[in-house]
């Protein structure tokens, strides 16, 4: 913008110093008009100049009318940049606002994604454990399974031992036993006593 404004500045001198030229122009025209009272001899040569000065005149004045067009234009073309520099600046602050909001939603995801990670850990972790405690669980259960069947087993062992000392036969028998026991015991006793008596 100070680029511009040095031009607009040396635009508006260029167009002073050929106002200030045409005013002097028409002074030296009025001042070399020759008048009916004199004849000067060189009257062609003063006419002459005069031509020279209008053309000069006209040529100033079309000058001057391409540096007030040139002039309008660059303004124009001053304006146009400056609104256009303006939107831009506009156009900057709406992308870097909407970057910084796209930064602060990347970093939120980012937070909420590592604290997902964190507890996806820890139930992993958690599930470890778990899964670990089972197997010792299942070890430990049929650890108890194979000594409890093993119990049994003996308990079924023992009484199937006692089932065979206690049948109704192995009983009637062990009474039999014991009765022809007491009968032999009974005879020998009465024997025993009438010995005793003959003597």
Known sequence: QEGWGGREIDLELRVARY???????????????PTTESHDPRTDEVIKA???????????????WEIEAKKEALKKELDELTSEETHLEELLKSKQESLRILQQHNREKESKMLRKQAMAQDSLQKITELNSKIQ?????????????EQQLEELMEQHKTLWELHTPERLSQEINTMAQYLGTASEGGKASSGEIGGH
């Open 19 to 33: 106002r200030k030229r045409n005013l002097e122009d028409k002074r030296v025209l009025k001042t070399s008009l």
């Open 50 to 64: 005069i031509h020279q000065l209008l053309q000069a005149h006209k040529i100033a004045k079309e000058e001057l």
């Open 136 to 148: 010792e669980d299942k070890v430990k259960k049929k650890k108890l399974r194979m000594e409890f």
